[in-house]
């Protein structure tokens, strides 16, 4: 149902009317967990006031360790709701288990399978009966075909509202967290008709190249690109080492709207 050969056609995925995929690059930003109301409501009017319409925000948190922060739960996703009520964005969440996924669907507007739940074959079937868009991650060692193949496990139950995200690979490289298959993009492009993204914040771990890493990334083809930000990543209760601050936001989202005026993307 994903390939290309069912359906020659671009998926157009709407969030909200904010319209993924239709060859003008949208852009996902917010802090990897939601920490507070008042941490996320920072976040929310830096990305308002660049007229961008779509927030993310972690609340159920799958930690490497179980001693780390795992998020507020519930109440994370409340905070969404209010975000999204007062700053008019739409919000994008992580949920890890079906049990989650109805009450969830309350608070947020695009659900967001991890990483780490790419073949959580139970996941990806709940997710096939909502209506609403989907957020697909790729495995760290997922290859396109596993990855693809996720994502007809969502679609097999009706839903079309799916967006693939390459965030990195794990391979030998301990330069960066991991290593973004930039490949994947014109890979995934061709063999689906879905709208694919490039989470740069989890594939390069490295503040310090998610411009070029972005740059890239719209460069051959994605419809979008996701990042971190966090008003302050030091004290940031995950991913401290790679958000960026609210000053390295507007420097990166200036460079990226002059490339893409200087630039052909697509
Ligand atoms: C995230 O986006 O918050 C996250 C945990 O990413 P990934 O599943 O790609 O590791
Ligand atoms: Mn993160």
Known sequence: ???????????????NGQKIGTGTPTFIYGPCSVESYTQVAEVAAAIQSKGLKLIRGGAYKPRTSPY???????????????????????TISEIVTPGHLDEALEYID???????NMQNFELLKAVGSIN???????????????????????????NDQIILCERGIRTYERATRNTLDISAVP???????????VDVTHSTGRRDILLPAAKAALAIGADGVMAEVHPDPAVALSDAAQQMNLQQFDEFYESLQN???????H
């Open 1 to 15: 149902l994903v390939s290309r050969k069912r359906k020659a056609e671009d998926t157009i995925v709407d969030i």
């Open 68 to 90: 780390d922060f795992q998020g507020l739960g519930l109440e994370g996703l409340k905070i969404l709701k209010q975000i999204s009520k007062e700053f008019g964005l739409s």
């Open 110 to 116: 695009v659900v967001q399978i991890g990483a780490r």
């Open 259 to 265: 490339f893409l005026k200087t630039h052909e993307v």
């Open 132 to 158: 609403k868009p989907v957020l697909l991650k790729r495995g760290m060692a997922a290859t396109l075909d596993e990855f693809i193949h996720a994502a007809e496990y969502i679609m097999s139950q009706g």
């Open 187 to 197: 890979i995934l492009k061709q063999e689906t008709h879905l709208p694919v993204f």
